[in-house]
Nanobody, 122 residues
Framework: EVQLQASGGGLVRTGGSLRLSCAVS????????LGWFRQAPGKRREGVSA????????YYLDSVKGRFTISRDNTKNTVILQMNSLKPEDTADYYC???????????????WGKGTQVTVSS
């Protein structure tokens, strides 16, 4: 059974930083495609960032490019999303996701972690 345990959300002011972590178990981490989605109230879930653990290839939503960085620690089976220069529009529940392909679309995700809330105050 694939398990994804996300942590690191919280409340921060505009311009601040947060670091989300996702501990992954139940799959071959080095072969997995992992990512982060977010969902704000009343909006659809959108892919924020993704990484192919085998190749290191990454994806970023246009609105977070240059501010967010995704990385993985293959020794700890953890994927990390470093979020800098946060804006109020980044406020959402963030979900860790696993897929057999780059998880940029929710329909491609086979396993979800529980959401972690990120709130950016103005």
């Amino acid at each position: 059974e694939v398990q994804l345990q996300a942590s690191g959300g919280g409340l921060v002011r505009t311009g601040g930083s947060l670091r989300l972590s996702c501990a992954v178990s139940g799959l071959t981490f080095g072969e997995a495609a992992l990512g982060w989605f977010r969902q704000a109230p009343g909006k659809r879930r959108e892919g924020v960032s993704a990484i192919n653990s085998r190749t290191g290839r990454t994806y970023y939503l246009d609105s977070v490019k240059g501010r967010f960085t995704i990385s993985r620690d293959n020794t700890k089976n953890t994927v990390i999303l470093q979020m800098n220069s946060l804006k109020p529009e980044d406020t959402a529940d963030y979900y860790c996701a696993a897929s057999t392909r780059m998880p940029t679309v929710a329909a491609w995700v086979h396993s979800w972690g529980k959401g972690t809330q990120v709130t950016v105050s103005s």
